[in-house]
Nanobody
Framework: QVQLVESGGGSVQSGGSLRLSCAVS????????MAWFRQIPGQEREGVAA???????YYADYTRGRFTISKDNAENTLYLEMNSLKPEDTAMYYC??????????????????WGQGTQVTVSS
């Protein structure tokens, strides 16, 4: 059974940092393209950053060098390092995966494996 479990969310002040983790089981991070998304209640889920199975990263414009996506294949874990956080970054953050496909996209429809999310709250 495939599971993606996010952690690392929390409450921080504007300008602060957080590192989100997505622990993967049932598949390996070497066999999947992965991404981070976020969602505010009442709004559509939006892409944050993607990491392709064959390498390469892709970021939403609003991250503007503040966020970094990476993975540790030995730990089978995906990460999202977030710096210079702003109140508008407040959202539920989800990791997603597409098995055995070299996806580098920030559209939810490209991914079919999802975690339950971790809440990030940034106060001004």
């Amino acid at each position: 059974q495939v599971q993606l479990v996010e952690s690392g969310g929390g409450s921080v002040q504007s300008g602060g940092s957080l590192r989100l983790s997505c622990a993967v089981s049932g598949i390996t991070t070497t066999s999947a393209s992965m991404a981070w998304f976020r969602q505010i209640p009442g709004q559509e889920r939006e892409g944050v950053a993607a990491l392709s199975l064959i390498g390469g990263t892709y970021y939403a414009d609003y991250t503007r060098g503040r966020f970094t996506i990476s993975k540790d294949n030995a730990e089978n874990t995906l990460y999202l390092e977030m710096n210079s956080l702003k109140p508008e970054d407040t959202a539920m953050y989800y990791c997603a995966a597409k098995l055995n496909r070299p996806v580098l996209a920030l559209l939810p429809t490209f991914y079919d494996l999802w975690g339950q999310g971790t809440q990030v709250t940034v106060s001004s």
